[in-house]
């Protein structure tokens, strides 16, 4: 069983950073490939940033050279991490975090994330 839990959203504006985490518990291996999703309103949820188990990143190409994910572990816990910079107004969504692939079973909450014009 896995449990992934975002936090760190916000309203932020445009040309703003922020950094959400993503605490992921249960029977998930330290090198876990990871992933961060978004959904805005009226779209498809979309892969935004992957970290491989080597620990290579692969972003999508809207948000290349502005996110960056990255991993930790500390207490028995994995943490994913993605830092937002240079914000724009269509980086608006909930944002997910899940393994790589994802697991349709694996999915928390999300976290908002709304960037002002």
């Known amino acids: 069983q896995v449990q992934l839990v975002e936090s760190g959203g916000g309203l932020v504006q445009a040309g703003g950073s922020l950094r959400l985490s993503c605490a992921a518990s249960?029977?998930?291996?330290?090198?876990?490939?990871m992933s961060w999703y978004r959904q805005a309103p009226g779209k498809q949820r979309e892969l935004v940033a992957r970290?491989?188990?080597?620990?290579?990143?692969?972003?999508a190409d809207s948000v290349k050279g502005r996110f960056t994910i990255s991993r930790d572990y500390a207490k028995n816990t994995v943490t994913v991490y993605l830092r937002m910079n240079s914000l724009k107004p269509e980086d608006t969504a909930v944002y997910y975090c899940n393994v790589y692939p994802r697991r349709a079973n694996y999915w928390g909450q999300g976290t908002q994330v709304t960037v002002s014009s």
């Open positions: 970290i491989l188990s080597s620990g290579s990143t692969n972003y």
């Open positions: 249960g029977s998930i291996a330290i090198d876990n490939a």
